[in-house]
Protein backbone atom coordinates (compact mmCIF):
# COMPACT_ATOMS: atom_id res chain seq x y z
CA UNK A 1 0.00 0.00 0.00
CA UNK A 2 1.58 3.43 -0.62
CA UNK A 3 1.51 6.53 1.50
CA UNK A 4 -0.04 9.33 0.28
CA UNK A 5 3.26 11.81 1.94
CA UNK A 6 0.91 13.62 3.74
CA UNK A 7 2.41 15.81 6.52
CA UNK A 8 -0.09 18.02 8.75
CA UNK A 9 0.91 21.58 7.91
CA UNK A 10 2.82 21.05 4.97
CA UNK A 11 1.07 24.07 3.35
CA UNK A 12 2.41 26.01 5.81
CA UNK A 13 5.59 28.19 5.57
CA UNK A 14 8.97 26.60 6.53
CA UNK A 15 9.12 28.16 10.03
CA UNK A 16 11.38 27.78 13.09
CA UNK A 17 7.99 27.94 15.30
CA UNK A 18 5.77 27.23 13.07
CA UNK A 19 3.21 25.66 15.30
CA UNK A 20 3.27 28.28 18.06
CA UNK A 21 2.56 30.74 14.85
CA UNK A 22 -0.46 28.75 14.03
CA UNK A 23 -1.94 28.21 17.21
CA UNK A 24 -1.94 32.02 17.77
CA UNK A 25 -3.86 32.11 14.66
CA UNK A 26 -6.41 29.61 15.76
CA UNK A 27 -6.30 31.44 19.36
CA UNK A 28 -7.73 34.88 17.03
CA UNK A 29 -9.90 32.64 14.98
CA UNK A 30 -11.09 31.31 17.92
CA UNK A 31 -11.31 34.96 19.68
CA UNK A 32 -13.33 36.29 16.94
CA UNK A 33 -16.22 33.53 17.44
CA UNK A 34 -16.26 34.27 21.40
CA UNK A 35 -16.34 38.46 21.08
CA UNK A 36 -19.18 38.21 17.92
CA UNK A 37 -21.08 35.38 19.96
CA UNK A 38 -21.39 37.41 24.12
CA UNK A 39 -24.39 38.90 24.85
CA UNK A 40 -23.36 42.71 24.56
CA UNK A 41 -23.94 43.59 28.24
CA UNK A 42 -20.75 41.05 28.36
CA UNK A 43 -18.27 43.63 26.01
CA UNK A 44 -17.00 47.25 26.41
CA UNK A 45 -18.92 49.71 24.69
CA UNK A 46 -17.71 50.84 21.96
CA UNK A 47 -18.51 54.45 20.66
CA UNK A 48 -20.56 54.30 17.56
CA UNK A 49 -19.18 53.85 13.57
CA UNK A 50 -16.55 51.35 15.25
CA UNK A 51 -18.04 48.95 15.07
CA UNK A 52 -17.92 48.09 11.28
CA UNK A 53 -14.31 49.21 11.21
CA UNK A 54 -13.76 46.43 13.74
CA UNK A 55 -15.38 43.57 11.28
CA UNK A 56 -12.98 44.82 8.81
CA UNK A 57 -10.16 45.24 10.87
CA UNK A 58 -10.67 41.12 12.62
CA UNK A 59 -10.97 39.79 9.15
CA UNK A 60 -8.25 41.67 7.39
CA UNK A 61 -6.26 40.29 10.14
CA UNK A 62 -7.15 36.85 10.04
CA UNK A 63 -6.76 36.28 6.21
CA UNK A 64 -3.03 38.73 6.59
CA UNK A 65 -2.13 36.62 9.28
CA UNK A 66 -3.15 33.11 6.93
CA UNK A 67 -1.50 34.84 4.27
CA UNK A 68 1.95 35.07 6.46
CA UNK A 69 0.95 31.52 7.61
CA UNK A 70 1.00 29.37 4.42
CA UNK A 71 2.89 29.33 1.16
CA UNK A 72 0.32 28.08 -1.52
CA UNK A 73 -2.46 30.91 -2.97
CA UNK A 74 -4.56 27.42 -2.71
CA UNK A 75 -4.43 27.85 0.94
CA UNK A 76 -5.21 31.38 1.01
CA UNK A 77 -8.56 30.70 -1.27
CA UNK A 78 -9.59 27.87 1.11
CA UNK A 79 -8.68 30.00 4.20
CA UNK A 80 -11.01 32.95 2.52
CA UNK A 81 -13.78 30.69 1.81
CA UNK A 82 -13.11 29.43 5.37
CA UNK A 83 -13.34 32.80 6.60
CA UNK A 84 -15.92 34.29 4.84
CA UNK A 85 -18.32 31.43 5.88
CA UNK A 86 -17.21 32.12 9.77
CA UNK A 87 -18.93 35.35 9.09
CA UNK A 88 -22.11 34.54 7.53
CA UNK A 89 -22.28 31.57 10.54
CA UNK A 90 -21.66 33.90 12.94
CA UNK A 91 -24.46 37.05 11.71
CA UNK A 92 -26.81 34.20 11.35
CA UNK A 93 -26.21 32.76 14.99
CA UNK A 94 -26.94 36.09 16.28
CA UNK A 95 -30.19 36.25 15.72
CA UNK A 96 -30.63 32.58 16.13
CA UNK A 97 -29.42 32.83 19.78
CA UNK A 98 -31.56 35.58 20.95
CA UNK A 99 -29.36 36.98 23.44
CA UNK A 100 -29.25 40.81 22.20
CA UNK A 101 -27.16 40.56 19.03
CA UNK A 102 -27.96 41.84 15.68
CA UNK A 103 -26.85 39.51 12.67
CA UNK A 104 -26.14 42.66 10.07
CA UNK A 105 -25.58 43.03 6.38
CA UNK A 106 -22.87 45.72 6.89
CA UNK A 107 -20.90 43.47 9.05
CA UNK A 108 -20.85 40.95 6.68
CA UNK A 109 -19.67 43.55 4.28
CA UNK A 110 -17.04 44.28 6.31
CA UNK A 111 -16.22 40.97 7.25
CA UNK A 112 -15.74 40.33 3.44
CA UNK A 113 -13.93 43.70 2.45
CA UNK A 114 -11.49 42.72 5.29
CA UNK A 115 -11.31 39.17 3.73
CA UNK A 116 -10.46 40.71 0.71
CA UNK A 117 -7.84 43.75 1.94
CA UNK A 118 -6.14 40.98 3.64
CA UNK A 119 -5.84 38.10 0.77
CA UNK A 120 -4.48 41.11 -1.27
CA UNK A 121 -1.72 41.30 0.98
CA UNK A 122 -0.40 38.32 -0.35
CA UNK A 123 0.71 40.38 -3.55
CA UNK A 124 2.72 42.21 -1.85
CA UNK A 125 6.76 42.31 -0.43
CA UNK A 126 4.84 42.08 3.20
CA UNK A 127 3.44 38.77 2.82
CA UNK A 128 6.44 36.98 4.25
CA UNK A 129 7.21 39.28 7.12
CA UNK A 130 6.53 36.61 9.40
CA UNK A 131 8.46 34.34 8.04
CA UNK A 132 11.49 36.82 8.36
CA UNK A 133 10.44 37.62 12.14
CA UNK A 134 10.72 34.09 12.72
CA UNK A 135 14.06 33.58 11.15
CA UNK A 136 12.91 30.69 9.25
CA UNK A 137 13.87 28.78 6.14
CA UNK A 138 13.70 31.42 3.36
CA UNK A 139 13.39 28.70 0.45
CA UNK A 140 9.78 28.52 -0.29
CA UNK A 141 8.67 25.81 -3.00
Known amino acids: MRQSGYRPGRSLKPFRHRWLWACLWMLAFVGVWVLSLLPPRELPQVSVGNDKLGHFIAYFALMAGAVQLYARRAAWMVMAILLA ?57
Open 85 to 141: LTGLGIEHLQVAMNVGRVGERADITANMLGIFAGFATGFTPLRDLLLRIDGGNRKLG
